[in-house]
């Protein structure tokens, strides 16, 4: 009897294991496609890529450079690619002697690509017409210009976010005229932050700018013609103890102006929640905003989605009992803004909430170091008792993103978040990256880890798994290949519902030699 119970029992184990593993996870409702790759014989100690895409004709352009191997010069070159990834125009890029890449955009189907000189202050632009084949460059001799940071063109023109003297300003190069001139309108001391839209639809250049006095902040928006002239400039502020961190301003349609981005409580280190405000409704006659809207990250429906359910519910719990006695729960999260895109009903924002790494040193011994190698006990002495011990931003650790739809008079239609694999980075640059599926209702957020492709399908605030992901292949044929290391992944949004993987690539197939490339990957969701 005994021998029979001791049958039954790892019957019904096996019988419950098989019925478990027949539950596998649900299948995505739409899953991407991989139709076309890329491959460059490339190293990444020998070369680097920049992967430019041109919306316009459903073409992508590649910056190649190369370095030398033993002596001689960097040599660089234009190659531009179809909707397939098929080759079209190859064209050489002859860089003067000390002069270093610093940033890439495109207009159109123009592609400008921008270099720094070791002279001091001077610059060197080369402009590809990616229709005609036509290569034209150019030499600015600014002697101010210091670090750059932004490169926007408009109409033909390049408009640069550069230092000078302490302080942040935009520089203009008139590309068909060959001259330049620093733009009187925008001369702001460091540290300064600004967002610079150029709207080709519109012909505007508009710049927001974040201002604070460490306890109070507040925006100030500036309209600037495709030649640099200062056409309008405004004020936007918050009453109370609120304060405009920084925002995002509608591209398109000028005769709707939808301004959005975050509220501060005093600290302007960290966001309490999103704002949003009509700019087209007007002020009242104490010059305050009439559409001036607030939405605490509590009031949002998906903010917190990676804080288990209890954790949420004792947070709104000490919010209403603060309430009760005229204060407000503040929360300290940092978010990466991204570029307002535009919807039939409205329009959707982006930002990614993140927080510094921090690298923990000391002057009295090295138990500073070793908390970075797993010893959190022996790092957390060293912050305690070294006195002389210091701290240094070693990157920066994206948890989340977060997507919100407003109509155009700036009231939220939804919310929904994507919860990420916490990736690290070490400079502060977005990674999740969005486009609309075909239905013209949902829209897909991904991005690239460990060779991995991660997305969610979000259909305004309906839930979704944000687990949902698939490998990047690295062939287009089916055929089995192992892939031993993958660097400086990118993913960059296309045109449609596409989007573009790249990086460099070790891969071993399972007969034949291993290659290193630099490849390219159509991700399409159908």
Not at 202 to 217: C, P, Q, Y
Request: aromatic share 12%; with cysteine; hydrophobic share 35%.
């Amino acid at each position: 009897m005994k021998r029979l119970y001791v049958l039954l029992s790892l019957f019904l184990c096996v019988s419950a294991g098989l019925a478990q593993n027949s539950k596998l996870p649900p299948k995505p409702p739409v899953e991407p496609a991989q139709p076309y790759r890329l491959e460059l014989p490339l190293e990444r100690y020998t070369s680097d890529v920049l992967v430019q895409p041109l919306p316009e004709d459903s073409s992508v352009v590649l910056l190649v450079e190369k370095d030398p191997v033993l002596t001689g010069k960097t040599e660089y070159t234009f190659q531009k690619f179809d909707s397939r990834l098929r080759p079209g125009q190859i064209v050489p890029l002859s860089v003067p002697r000390g002069y270093e890449f610093r940033q890439i955009c495109a207009e159109g189907t123009d592609v400008y690509a921008l270099f720094q000189g070791t002279t001091e202050g001077t610059l060197w632009v080369a402009a590809f017409d990616t229709r005609t084949g036509e290569l034209g460059a150019g030499e600015f001799k600014t002697k101010r210009a210091r670090e750059v940071h932004d490169l926007k063109a408009l109409d033909g023109n390049l408009f640069v976010t550069v230092e000078v003297d302490m302080h942040l300003t935009l520089l203009l190069l008139d590309l068909k005229e060959a001259t330049f001139r620093f733009l009187p309108s925008v001369y702001e001391p460091l540290p300064a932050s600004f967002t610079f839209l150029a709207d080709s639809v519109t012909k505007r250049a508009e710049l927001i700018l974040s201002e604070t006095n460490g306890f109070k902040s507040r925006l100030q928006l500036k309209q600037l013609s495709d030649n640099g002239q200062l056409l309008h400039s405004e004020f936007v502020q918050a009453g109370s103890e609120r304060g405009l961190l920084e925002a995002q301003l509608s591209p398109g349609d000028s005769a709707a102006r939808l301004l959005a981005g975050t509220y501060t409580l005093r600290d302007s280190r960290y966001s309490q929640g999103l704002f949003a405000a009509d700019l087209n409704a007007g002020v009242t006659p104490t010059g305050q905003r009439r559409s001036l809207r607030y939405y605490d990250f509590l009031n949002l429906k998906h903010f917190f989605d990676f804080m288990k359910p209890a954790r949420v519910a004792r947070m709104r719990q000490r919010s209403e009992r603060l309430k009760a006695t005229d204060r407000q729960y503040r929360h300290r999260y940092r978010l990466l803004m991204h570029d307002m895109l535009p919807t039939p009903n409205g329009y959707v924002l982006v930002a990614e909430v993140y927080y510094p790494r921090y690298n923990y040193s000391s002057t009295y011994s090295n138990f500073g170091s070793l908390y970075n190698y797993g010893y959190p006990g022996m790092g957390a002495f060293s912050r305690a008792y070294s006195p002389l011990g210091s701290r240094r931003n070693d990157g920066y650790r994206t948890t989340h993103a977060l997507i919100c739809g407003f109509d155009r008079q700036g009231n939220l239609l939804w919310d929904n978040s994507f919860l990420m694999q916490e990736v690290e980075q070490f400079s502060l640059r977005e990674t999740v990256r969005v486009r609309p599926l075909a239905d013209g209702r949902r829209l897909v957020m991904a991005y690239l880890k460990d060779d991995n492709l991660y997305y969610k399908l979000v259909d305004q605030a309906a839930p979704a798994p944000n687990d949902w992901q698939v490998k990047v292949q690295t062939n287009t044929s089916g055929v089995s290949e192992k892939t031993v290391n993958t660097q400086q992944e990118h993913l960059t949004a296309w045109y449609g519902s596409r989007f573009l993987a790249s990086g460099y690539q070790h891969v071993n197939p399972e007969k034949g030699q291993s290659r290193e490339v630099f490849f390219v990957n159509v991700i399409e969701f159908r």
